[in-house]
């Protein structure tokens, strides 16, 4: 289980396994029986923000199988399929825009001021993940501030390859006034249905074992992914190095002596690509593959 508290500085500190002092708790498991709401924002290749609106859930491409009470999370295939020949939408045999897919729930004012754990479980989890990014997470929209998070970001973390995971926020972030959810993302190129069964899956279902961190679970989250100018990645260990490679391996940025579990890094001199972003903890390095846009 993870506890984040989130401080406003180079580094922030995130504080995981450590229960809240607060005796209130607001503790949620996946049910595809709650009241799913999806959301879809839209860039182009160049990072530039195109529209957000309200969408079905299932127009998102995410299906909640209440008798089986799981959610199939993939990415967003309609725009590709609905739109022959368009533009704005096809590039060739790939799509044109990149789709940042939310799924969640709203739980409403009762949630704010008191400590939220959101818990669950990846029963199979086969995205591929040189295209795509699925994530949980917990946001705090400030309505006061364009609706921007404002934990920013800390509570986004990559779904693990399989197994339980679960996060948790205390009461003094999500304060009177923020709109609180919970739930999933999937972020990267609208998708053509012709490649649907190469592609991948996420299927959601309710946790096994409430508190129980998987081994295999990732230990990095980027944020956001794809990025434009800046990226924070977050650990729950101490970040000892960043070594930010392109495509063939080399290395285009090095960042050492951070000490630091969360830090946010400037992207705006490196071009467009696909880049490996390698993280140094102890003596463990983890890549993570990161989209990069002018």
Same mark, same amino acid.
């Given at each position: ?59 998102? *491409? ?198 630091? *579990? ?21 003596? *463990?390095?983890?890549?993570? *593959? ?5």
């Amino acid at each position: 289980m993870k506890t984040i508290y989130t401080l406003k500085s180079i580094c922030f500190i995130l504080l995981l396994g450590i229960s809240s002092a607060s005796i209130s708790q607001n503790s949620v498991s996946f049910s595809a029986s709650d009241n799913w709401t999806g959301y879809m924002n839209v860039f182009d290749f160049s990072g530039n923000y195109q529209f957000g609106s309200g969408w079905g859930v299932a127009d998102l *491409k995410s299906t909640l199988n209440t008798t089986d009470n799981t959610l199939t999370l993939q990415p967003n295939f309609n725009t590709y399929a609905d739109n022959p020949g368009d533009p704005y939408w096809q590039n060739g045999a790939i799509g044109a825009k990149v789709m940042d897919a939310s799924t969640y729930v709203e739980p409403g004012a009762t949630f704010n001021g008191v400590d939220l754990t959101f818990s669950g479980s990846v029963s199979s989890n086969t995205i591929d993940p040189s295209l795509y990014t699925a994530q949980y997470f917990i946001k705090a929209l400030d309505p006061a501030n364009g609706y921007a998070d404002a934990l920013g970001g800390a509570g986004v973390y990559d779904l693990p390859l399989s197994g339980n995971f679960s996060l948790t926020i205390p009461s003094s972030s999500l304060t009177v006034g923020l709109v609180i959810q919970y739930g999933f993302v999937v972020v990267g190129i609208n998708a053509n249905p012709a490649d649907e069964a190469t592609i991948g899956s996420v299927v959601i279902a309710e946790p096994s074992t409430l508190g129980i961190t998987p081994t295999n679970e990732s230990l990095i989250s980027l944020y956001p992914n794809p990025a434009k100018n800046v990226v924070q990645i977050m650990s729950n260990e101490n970040i000892d190095k960043i070594v930010v490679r392109d495509i063939l391996g080399k290395s285009v940025m090095n960042i050492n002596s951070l000490n630091c *579990k969360s830090t946010t890094i400037n992207l705006s001199s490196l071009n467009s690509d696909f880049y490996f972003i390698e993280v140094h903890t102890g003596n *463990k390095i983890e890549v993570k *593959k990161l989209m990069k846009f002018k």
